[in-house]
């Protein structure tokens, strides 16, 4: 199966500043098909991109999503005080899906 | 909209059997495909499993084959996901994803509340 790591495992920002994420697979990913969510505490995760670089429905364009191959990243441009949670990659590429171990982002 | 609501928190003693059920709305169950990931504190997000509600088709994870069936019931709008010998490690929230479009090789949305599971004697 692909295995999916995410860094940091913690990032300490400001809000207004910019956060980058990223997730880096053990072998490459067929069509590029990772997603990304956010996850709050006490809730589902929620989908934010997919196919690496699509903004799913309703999510604000502070999100991006880049990356080809085995190396992936989420950028958050401006952070907002609802961005402050854990986000996770996942390849949907293989049978097997597989997901990172999650990056959280806490306010500095 | 489209809404997945699952039953219930469960608790159950070590090799017993737990049967989690995801109830769709606002959309045709049959089109779409339905996922099942659990998060437990030590492993994260884990994939279990994938089940078409039209053809009653599934795919598992490796990890969890020979333990988990899932199956469905259309004039409910139902999916059910049944884990068998139970053990300690299950202790976790199980949650029923549905596939973004029409085939098996999408990101999951929207997710289901979860349904906490715990496993203890």
């Known amino acids: 199966e692909i295995v999916l790591t995410q860094s940091p495992g913690t990032l300490s920002l400001s809000p207004g500043e910019r956060a980058t994420l990223s997730c880096r697979a053990s072998q490459s990913v067929s069509r590029n098909y990772v997603a990304w969510y956010q996850q709050k505490f006490g809730q589902a995760p929620r989908l934010l991109i997919f196919g690496a670089s699509t903004r799913a429905t309703g999510i604000p364009d502070r999100f991006s999503g880049s990356g080809s191959g085995t190396d992936f990243t989420l950028t958050i441009t401006r952070l907002e005080p609802e961005d402050f949670a854990v986000y996770y990659c996942?390849?949907?590429?293989?049978?097997?899906?597989?997901f990172g171990g999650g990056t959280k982002v806490e306010i500095k | 909209q489209v809404q997945l609501v699952q039953s219930g928190a469960e608790v159950k003693k070590p090799g017993a059997s737990v049967k989690v059920s995801c109830k769709a709305s606002?959309?045709?169950?049959?089109?779409?495909?339905m996922n099942w990931v659990r998060q437990t504190p030590g492993q994260g997000l884990e994939w279990m499993g994938i089940?078409?509600?039209?053809?009653?088709?599934?795919n598992y994870a490796q990890k969890f084959q020979g333990r988990v069936t899932m199956t469905r019931d259309a004039s409910t709008r139902t999916v059910y996901m049944e884990l068998s010998s139970l053990e300690s490690d299950d202790t976790a929230i199980y949650y029923c994803?549905?596939?973004?479009?029409?085939?098996?090789?999408?990101?999951?949305?929207?997710w289901g509340q979860g349904t906490l599971v715990t496993v203890s004697s």
């Open positions: 996942q390849q949907y590429g293989s049978s097997q899906v597989t």
């Open positions: 994803a549905r596939s973004r479009g029409y085939s098996d090789d999408e990101a999951f949305d929207p």
């Open positions: 606002g959309y045709t169950l049959t089109h779409y495909y």
């Open positions: 089940i078409h509600p039209g053809t009653a088709i599934t």
